[in-house]
Nanobody
């Protein structure tokens, strides 16, 4: 079992950058593939990025490809989402999630553990 805690959200102007962190307060992340999702009120949770347990496999949604970078440092039990060239449409609550290794996971139902989320607001 793993407990996830996101941090790093906040308010930023369009074109700016933020880096989100997802740390395990319990358990070890090296046993899991990790994903980032985001959600706005009234909409389904949207896939943002996936990173395999080793970092060798990375997948991005088309909406963030070329602007966001996902990474992980297993020794620090932490996964990161570096968000560059932010747009107002990136405004959402961002969640990290842990899922089983060996697969590329891009839907919420494929993940077992979730953090509480962190708000990102991009002003125009």
């Amino acid at each position: 079992q793993v407990q996830l805690v996101e941090s790093g959200g906040g308010l930023v102007q369009a074109g700016g950058s933020l880096t989100l962190s997802c740390a395990a307060s319990q358990g070890t992340l090296r046993n899991y593939a990790m994903g980032w999702f985001r959600q706005v009120p009234g909409k389904d949770r949207e896939f943002v990025a996936f990173i395999s347990w080793s970092g060798a496999n990375i997948v991005y949604s088309d909406s963030v490809k070329g602007r966001f970078i996902v990474s992980r440092v297993n020794a620090k039990n932490t996964v990161y989402l570096q968000m560059n060239s932010l747009k107002p449409e990136d405004t959402a609550v961002y969640y990290c999630a842990a899922g089983r290794v060996g697969y590329i996971l891009t839907t919420p139902k494929e993940y077992t553990y979730w953090g509480q989320g962190t708000q990102v607001t991009v002003s125009s």
